[in-house]
Every structure is written in structure tokens, then in C-alpha cells.
């Protein structure tokens, strides 16, 4: 039997390894290699019935050699510095045509960087979403490159991907760093979804009293309707869970500060530097970050200790409020990948995007079938205003409303959905108040004004009087 794999994989981490064995599972036969080799064998030991379709490998020279031409290569390696080692140590040993696939969470400025010094050699900057259970049976990938180094990893990809109503989760988005953008991009989506996901939570056990078993009933229930998602489902598994030791709910166990290593903070930073910003990631990150202040937030509790008051709302109004934030939320997401697609010359499919997200990410969502119909419908139109979302935050903005009123009246914070609610107020208000910015600018420091009453002119200097 020839014994050349068709593709290899270097990295056998939790995402590196169950994507070997998803590729094997598709009836490739893959090379492997891992800097500890010890990890390598084990790999190959515990692969049942797939091992006789993963090649394991000692040396970077003999997981080269085992390959077919040209050769496919996944990198599944820690983002940043270790990409770089893993590839320059690669480059000697490979020829013009053979692909390098990044398949990790990588700056997408990173990969743009490395696909302009790669030579001859081309590199697909893949973003894998779903984790480890996505990655073994089926995630969702964003790819970024030329159309030669997509086309040679399409047939395995697509074999891979996850699948909604039969076709795969995986497209190629645009070159060099395309791919790795919008995977940053749906992570920033991911922290907002979270966020609001928390928050409804939080109103619940702390305003209104609810222990983790009825907080799971409640999403379980929701789950069933329009937020029905992977976010949704996890959130009331999660809640219904105890713990075998104690027997109390395994999410009370838990303590208050949320880990992040990076992707959401990314995202709102590039976002405002594209003038495109996504206040409900803003948020978001904010809230990690505030959540690691647990010494500032105890002090806090102690300084003003009237602990939050009761909030009175029923579960159709939330529900209600969370489908309305989580619509603004995508819509900023959306808008903010039309901006970079237009700026980077990427030509961003936004419409792809919606569908490749329908099944194997972390967001994936019946409500992301939706959206990749109204973006087809009008590409250019921003997604809260497409008719049939508008219809829907129409009916639906009045409980974001009562939401946000209720939790900031009782002094429970709800940051991501106050800031969806502000942001949807801001987009919908024609005349603003940033005439008052401008003034004060111009006043103390004669930055200059356009007038209502000569437009074209701006840069204008007013009359101000003298303060006295
Ligand atoms: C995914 C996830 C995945 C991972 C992030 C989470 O799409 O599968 O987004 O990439 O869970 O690393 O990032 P934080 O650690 O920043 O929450």
C-alpha cells in the first residue's frame, strides 16, 4: 500500500488532535507531529480504528517526506511567536506550491505579514471555530489566501466541515488575512452573545431570585424558540449541571472572573480604528476585564452596600430583550466586516459568512439562517435595518427598554444590553448632539465647524463671545 499521506497536521493539542481524527475519520490518510514525539505516539496509539489512516512522525524532515505533492500542511500551534518558529523551520524543507495551512486564532495582520514573506510557498489562514468538539466532528472554517492554496485544500475541508442542510461550513472569504478576520470577528460576536447571555442570567439570580435549576428550564424553554443556538442550549446545560461532591448546581461553584485570551479585545480595537464600532463587544470585554477586579469590586460592595434592589419582569419580556440585543449586536458585527472588506480590498462575502456560521461555530444560531437572507437580499443595507429584522426590533425594542430600565433602576448592571440599546437609539436619531461636541472644540480650541445653513463649507470658526 502506498504509504504517502494525502495531508498532514503539526500541533496535537485539544483542536489539533481531534481535527487529525476528524480528517482521518473522512478517509484521508494524514501525517502527524508533535515537538514532543511521546504525544505523537500516544496520539497515534489511542486513534482505534483511524490509526491505520495517521502516519506518525519523528522529525519535522520525515513528516515532509511522508507527504504527497504538492504538499498540505495544518499548522494547529499557538498563535503568534510559535507560528512563526514552526513555519520558518517548515520553509526549508518545502517547494514552490505546497500549502501551509494556519489553522489557529492568529492576528490576521500576522498572516497577511507571513503570506507576503512565504516565496513560493503559500499559506490558507484558516479560522476553526467550534472547539473540540467541533474540530473532531465538524467545525465551521473561514479561509484567507489565494484561490490555488484553497482550491488544493477545498475536497478535505468541505469533507470536514460541519454541514447545514448538506452543504458545508467552510468558504474561502478573500486572500492573505480575510480568514483570519472574520473568525476574530465572530469571536468578538461570541463575547457580546456571551455577555448578554449573562446578564439575562444575572437579572434572574439576582433580581429575581431564581436558582440555577429554574435559570435552566427558563433557556432550555428559549431554546425552543427564536434564540434557539449552540450559546442558548450550552447556557441551560451548564446551569442544570451539579456537582456530584456538594450536590449544589456546579455554576454556583464557579468563581466570578471570565479568562479571555485576546480575540474579542481585538476586535473592538480594530473596529474603532475603522470608525465601525461594535458597542456590544466594547461591552463585552469591558466586562471580562471588570470581572477580574474582584478586589475593586468587593471594596466597592462594601463602600455602597444597598446591594441591588428586586427587579419585577416576566420571562417573555426578557427573552424578548436578549432577541433584540443579539440582532444589534450581529448587525454591528456585520457592518464592522463590510467596512474592513471594503477598506482591505477583501471583497468579504457577508452573505457566505451568515451561512457558514449557521452550523459547527461557537455563534451558530437558527436566527444566523435569517440573516444570511436578508444580507443576500441587500448587502449593502446594515442587517437592523433589513425589513425583516427592523420588523423585528420594532416589536421587540420595547422589552430591551423595560429591561435596561429595570436593571439600572435596581442597580444591576447590563452593560452589553444598555449598549445595544444606546447604540440602536444613536442609529436611529437623524439629528444628534455632536453639534455641542463641535462647539466646545471650536470654543476652546477653534477646531473648526460645519454650519446647518452653508453646507460644503466646513472647518468654519464661529463667533464665540468671551468667557467671562
Ligand atoms: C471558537 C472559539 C474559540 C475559543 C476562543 C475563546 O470559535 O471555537 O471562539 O476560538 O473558545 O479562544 O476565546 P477566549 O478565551 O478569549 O474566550
Sequence with gaps: ??????????????????????????????????????????????????????????????FVSSLARPRRIILMVPAGQPVDDQIAALLPLLDAGDVIVDGGNSDWRDTRRRAADMGAVQLLGLGVSGGAEGARHGPSMMAGGSAEAYAALEPILSGIAAQYQGAPCVAHLGPDGAGHYVKMVHNGIEYADMQLIAEIYGLLRDGMGQGADRIAQIFADWNDGPLSSYLIQITAHVAAATDPETGQPLLDLIVDRAGQKGT???????????????????????????????????????????????????????????????????????????????????????????????????????????????????????????????????????ALRSVVAVAATAGLPVPALAATLAYFDSIRQARGTANMIQAQRDFFGAHGVERTDRPGASGLNLPWPPLV
Design 1 to 62: 500500500m502506498d504509504d504517502t499521506a494525502e495531508i498532514g497536521l503539526i500541533g496535537l493539542g485539544t483542536m489539533g488532535a481531534n481535527l487529525a481524527l476528524n480528517i482521518a475519520d473522512t478517509g484521508h490518510r494524514i501525517a502527524v507531529f508533535n515537538r514532543t514525539t511521546a504525544r505523537t505516539h500516544r496520539f497515534a496509539a489511542d486513534a482505534g480504528a483511524l490509526a491505520a489512516r495517521i502516519v506518525p512522525t519523528d522529525t519535522l524532515k520525515a
Design 264 to 398: 474579542g479585545r481585538w476586535t473592538v480595537i480594530d473596529a474603532q480604528t475603522r470608525a465601525a464600532p461594535l458597542p456590544a463587544v466594547e461591552a463585552a470585554v469591558t466586562a471580562r476585564v471588570l470581572s477580574g477586579a474582584a478586589d475593586l469590586r468587593a471594596q466597592g460592595a462594601s463602600v455602597f452596600a444597598d446591594g441591588p434592589g428586586a427587579v419585577a419582569l416576566d420571562t417573555d419580556t426578557l427573552e424578548a430583550a436578549l432577541i433584540a440585543a443579539k440582532v444589534l449586536a450581529y448587525s454591528q458585527g456585520f457592518s464592522l466586516l463590510g467596512v474592513a472588506g471594503a477598506e482591505e480590498d477583501w471583497a468579504l462575502p457577508l452573505p457566505d459568512i451568515a451561512r457558514i456560521w449557521r452550523a459547527g461555530c461557537i455563534i451558530r444560531s437558527a436566527m444566523l439562517d435569517d440573516m444570511a437572507g436578508a444580507l443576500q437580499a441587500s448587502p449593502e443595507t446594515p442587517l437592523a435595518f433589513a425589513p425583516s429584522f427592523a420588523g423585528l426590533l420594532r416589536t421587540h425594542i420595547p
